[in-house]
């Protein structure tokens, strides 16, 4: 049997928004690409998402600069369908060459030839470069201190929809970032009791002095940042754009009826074990969000804007209860807790990428999206190139450079001595 290959000069695998946003920027460059997507285009906003879940951006905000969402306000949060169907919609629009149920299983390097082997689900490409735009959050991550109960309900929150999906009971919420604090709060008003472990945050205000806090990371240049600062590595950013968008304010939860804990340490039978960083994570938490303000206002008064005070911004609720006299330990049994929502994160998978684009700890190995392997390259990954790289504006400018890369190289390699030239004309 034959096997037949498709030669193309550059693939780009995954069709979310990151591959989208590359085909674009090579179709504008006349680079002649395909994309390959094992699913639908956007498929994680489809079904890598709970029912409820918007953008935690609103619609002005979280797109790529050349098409807006439809019936929608500027001020508007897109529900997750919505930014599927931008996607899609989006695509259509420059016809982006997007060939989709087809699942990429090994890319390999060509020993005797340039380029690339790469076999599929639906036969063999050979191609030139190879763009990786699987997405940063693709493997689920639930750390091994989870315990191995019966009896409990245990998912992460990539596999959580709603409330009615989970049985009767309490639910203990594993991490606070925009995940966990918007399922606790679902779970909340939904009547559950829910316990949330909170660990270290960032929670910028979701807006201050009528500007969203997307429009505060802008101008101040945070979005543009080339690398998260020392010892925030691990810091996970709280914020919601659910019920028209509100700050992330922990002290609220603890209003609602949730009740709040430390860092989930261990677990010792039913008896699940807090650190008692609970007030210094909230404090540093609070640090970041008044610092944005304090950004923001020095940011008004350098510009002479005129933008409305806000000084209730700086009021602070009450200390809860729960954050004055911590939680350390908690039987799940007697709490009647019968689901664990691990809300920890995700990490990378490039199994399939067999080429020598990754260090000594399987990471990838890149500058600015340009990896170590010749013609590989990766988009999409957190701070590929700055703090907004994962998220829907941003990749869309990480995308142009890595396009404007990749047409640089092939107009190198397009190049003719003037031999070549003479014999080229002649032939
Ligand atoms: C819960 C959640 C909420 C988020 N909310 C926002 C938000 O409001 N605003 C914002 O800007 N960002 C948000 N993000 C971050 C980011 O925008 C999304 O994660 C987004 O989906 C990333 O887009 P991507 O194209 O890089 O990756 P993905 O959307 O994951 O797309 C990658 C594609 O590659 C395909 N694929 C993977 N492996 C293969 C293979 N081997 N062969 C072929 N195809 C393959 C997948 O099927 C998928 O369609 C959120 C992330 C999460 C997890």
Redesign the pocket.
Known sequence: MTVEKTSIDTLV???????IAMSEHLSNLDVPHLV????RV????RSG?WDS?V???PVWH?RFPGLEFDGMQPDDFAGKEQVADYFVRYAEKFKAPIRTG???QKVTRNADRPGFTVQTSQGVFEANRVVA??????KPVIPPIAPTLSGINQLHSADYRNPEQLPQGAVLVVGAG??GVQIADELQRAGRQVYLSVGAHDRPPRSYRNRDFCWWLGVLGEWDAPASKPGKEHVTIAVS?ARGGHTVDFRALAKLGITLVGLTDSFDGNVVKFKADLAQNLAAGDQNYLSLLDAADAYIARNGLDLPLEPQARVFLPEPDCVAHPLLELDLAAAGVTSIIWATGYAVDYS?LQVNAFDANGKPQHQRGVSSEPGVYFL?LPWLLRRGS???WG?WHDAKIIADHIATQRKYLAYRDAGQRKHGSEA
Request: cysteine-free; proline content about 3%; aromatic content about 10%.
């Open positions: 695998i995954g069709a979310g928004q990151a591959g390959l997507e094992r699913s956007a498929e994680a906003w998402r879940l953008a935690n951006g979280d087809v699942e990429v735009a699987t997405g940063p959050f693709q925009s995940s754009g399939w999409g994962t998220f829907i990749v």
